[in-house]
């Protein structure tokens, strides 16, 4: 792996999740966007991980599928149960919500989120997609690594999205998905100085776009149009992509680990702070404090969470995962004036 400090897949993931945040503080409308990209990293290292470790495992499906829901159903139950808390607290719980017992399977196991009448913690829609994505991964997996010119598949089947189910399935984000698993699966890697007039084009881009939001916001014009639209995410995914890509090549200690495993908590946790805050109320000074106040409370209770809970679970899974790993094969005996290579950590 690479040695640019400067492009920590860690960092990049948290920077994500506070995009999220700003989607749901203010008018830069840039959430779909980091969600995008997400996927194309999800699609990334789920085929990376398959390849090195789950199809090297007994039952490889069955313990691949355990893992994954292992790795994200908790938490996710935890900021579940703490979005239904406080609402219940602020009294805005719905009195009808689609059943009981689909609320909890949902709220718990994630599959069917997306399609709640009743949606305590909205970023959830988004994981209800990654785990669709994790039941047929290996399929897609096996398909785009024999031929990649199958990822036009996935094209087609997120062009007819519409017609699939619409966004309560994977099927609008098959591309994105599938893009992660063609670089993972065929080696494609876009070296640095691709990366970066990535990066640098993206910047200038939202720069530009932000330049525009502010004049209209002066002038009092296009009010309903200062919002990203849908097609300017999906650009800014897309020209985003080329260095998401690269951070994956980049060798990740401890610290940035630390980052990357935060920002899903962050990112299932910031709906429900910022609605106990009533950040969107108020003067643009009042919001400011709000939002700052937020972001103290969302990284300190995401860092608790982290530390206490999702890291100890997180342990038992990968013990889990090793115990379950296929013995390899003895390697030949080495023949005479052969050199033993030093062994590496």
């Keep these: 792996m690479g ?38 990293l999800s699609g990334y290292w789920v085929a990376a991980m398959w390849k090195n470790t789950y199809s090297n495992t007994t039952s490889a499906y069955f313990t691949y599928l355990v893992s994954r829901v292992w790795r994200i159903a908790p938490v996710f139950a935890l900021c579940s149960a703490i979005a239904w808390a406080l609402l219940l607290w602020r009294g805005e719980a719905p009195d009808a919500f689609g059943g009981l017992m689909r ?12 399609s709640l009448p009743f949606q305590a913690n909205i970023p959830g829609w988004s994981l209800d997609v990654e785990l669709q994505f994790y039941l047929i991964a290996p399929a897609i997996i096996f398909l785009i690594s024999r031929n990649i010119h199958l990822l ?3 094209l087609l089947i997120s062009a007819g999205a519409p017609w699939l189910g619409g966004s309560v399935t994977v099927a609008p984000f098959l591309l994105f998905f599938g893009i992660g698993v063609a670089a993972a699966s065929h080696g494609l890697k876009p070296d640095r100085a691709f990366a970066y007039r990535a990066l640098y084009t993206t910047l200038a881009t939202l720069f530009l776009c932000a330049l525009i939001f502010a004049k209209d916001m002066m002038l009092g014009e296009k009010q309903e149009l200062l919002a990203f639209s849908d097609k300017m995410n999906l650009v800014i995914a897309v020209m985003m992509t080329p260095w998401a890509l690269y951070t ?63 890291r100890p679970i997180n342990r038992l899974r990968a013990a889990w995962v090793s115990g379950r790993l296929l013995a390899q094969p003895a390697a030949p005996p080495l023949s005479a004036g052969a050199h033993v290579a030093p062994a590496t950590a």
């Design 103 to 114: 609320q909890l399977f949902s709220n718990i196991m994630i599959l069917g989120y997306g």
């Design 152 to 154: 036009l598949i996935c």
């Design 248 to 310: 994956t090549q980049q060798a990740s200690a401890s610290t940035d680990r630390m980052l990357g495993e935060l920002s899903y908590i962050f990112y299932l946790l910031h709906w429900s702070v910022i609605g106990a805050l009533k950040t969107g109320e108020g003067s643009y000074t009042d919001r400011l404090l709000l939002c700052s106040e937020a972001l103290v409370i969302i990284f300190v209770a995401s860092y608790l969470i982290w530390r206490l809970f999702d």
């Design 3 to 40: 040695t640019d400090k400067f492009a920590s897949p860690g960092a990049l993931r948290l920077t994500l999740a506070f995009a999220v945040f700003l989607h749901h503080t203010t008018s830069f409308n840039l959430g779909m966007a980091a969600v995008l990209i997400f996927f194309v």
